[in-house]
């Protein structure tokens, strides 16, 4: 059997955006670098970002293993225990490469441990929610994301119960929905949610003067664009533009229940995923966004606002968009521009995919 693992360095993911611009000449983005403590060599934005995402990968792995190995702790299951030391490894290997005394790092070393209390009572809580069931194996199915599955886990237990287990790492409040970071603005978005057609879509592309996808991925502020323009024509949204939904209202209801309805389905995946949710900062563990407590068939059009989504820092556009209920956001729309190896190169503002979340 295999010992159990050491619990290392949680990640605390930050959303990389680097100011929205054009593909046209638009001034860099200015962040401040996360490094504040005396006498420390700042780190400049994006190769802060680029080690915040090597966490990030490392921590989600990390997050599912720990709760693997917690639930057969707690069953005192004969299965052994899932290796988890590639994920420390990339943990490791990305906090070794913040400079000494760095302010990042006394800040991951305690959302590790949170992460690891929240693993534990959420196995606890995951069984107990299987009684009498016992549980007999566990699968990691992280790799099996197709058809907008959503386990990363799947949890067997006797009398062949089975229960898929999807494992969110607490993000600014937010988690993705199954497949809800993706490039594909058609099928996994448009018509996912607002039942854009084909057809629809690409009329909609040219209305705003681009002749095909591939000039408006071009730039992710172009494609910030047409998801403005699908909320508008498929909510029939009044009162708004583009560059302002402050004061935007719904007229067509039913679009808009459609929209709420399909975010809580693909919550929980094609494969009906239990959602468990860890809170980095502090350790606690939730299953419900605020979209949960809503009655969508009981829904009014009044009750439905929007995020301003105003343009800063110059940008023709915002990159992100808000919808709430009773005054509070309850799903998110952002838009992506490269990161990684394009962060760097003339390609870094080309659009790399549009990412949907509920709020916590």
Not at 2 to 7: G, L, N, P, V, Y
Not at 36 to 57: M, N, Q, R, T, W
Not at 313 to 326: H, M, Y
Request: charged letters at 20%; a positive charge.
């Amino acid at each position: 059997m295999i010992s159990r693992h050491k619990q290392w360095i949680s990640l605390l993911w930050v959303c990389c955006a680097l100011g929205p611009l054009l593909a046209q000449s638009v001034p860099a983005p200015t962040h401040q670098s996360e490094n504040h403590s005396a006498g420390v060599s700042p780190l400049s934005p994006a190769e802060f970002a680029v080690i915040e995402g090597l966490f990030h990968d490392g921590l989600g792995t990390f997050a599912e293993l720990s709760l693997a190995n917690e639930l057969l702790t707690q069953a005192q299951s004969s299965q052994p225990l899932f290796d988890s030391a590639r994920a420390q490894a990339k943990m490791r290997q990305a906090i070794l490469r913040l400079p000494a005394g760095h302010s990042a790092g006394a800040r991951f070393t305690q959302e590790q441990a949170n992460i690891a209390a929240a693993t534990q009572r959420g196995a606890a809580l995951l069984l107990a929610r299987a009684r009498p069931q016992t549980l007999v194996r566990v699968r990691h199915t992280a790799l099996e994301f197709a058809n907008a599955n959503a386990a990363d886990l799947r949890l067997e237990f006797t009398g062949g119960v089975f229960l898929p287990v999807s494992v969110k790492t607490e993000k600014s409040n937010k988690v993705a929905v199954a497949e809800g970071q993706t490039p594909d603005l058609g099928g996994k978005w448009a018509a996912r949610y607002f039942q854009v057609s084909p057809a629809e879509l690409e009329a909609m592309m040219r209305t705003l003067g681009f002749a095909s996808l591939a000039e408006l991925k071009a730039n992710y502020l172009n494609v910030a664009q047409l998801v403005a323009q699908v909320l508008i024509v498929k909510l029939g949204l009044e009162d708004c533009q583009p560059t302002d939904f402050s004061r935007a209202r719904v007229t067509n209801l039913a679009a808009a229940k459609y929209l709420l309805r399909q975010l809580l389905k693909f919550k929980h995946g094609n494969d009906g995923s239990t959602v468990i949710v860890f809170d980095r900062g502090t350790g606690d563990v939730t299953w419900e966004t605020k979209l949960d407590a809503i009655d969508i068939e009981r829904l009014t059009a009044d009750r439905i606002s929007f995020r301003p989504s105003r343009p800063r820092n110059g940008a023709p556009i915002a990159s992100e968009f808000g919808l709430k209920i009773d005054g509070q956001a309850v799903v998110t729309f952002q838009i992506k521009h490269k990161r990684g190896k394009a962060r760097d190169t003339e390609r870094r503002y080309e659009f790399s995919d549009l990412t949907t979340r509920l709020i916590l």
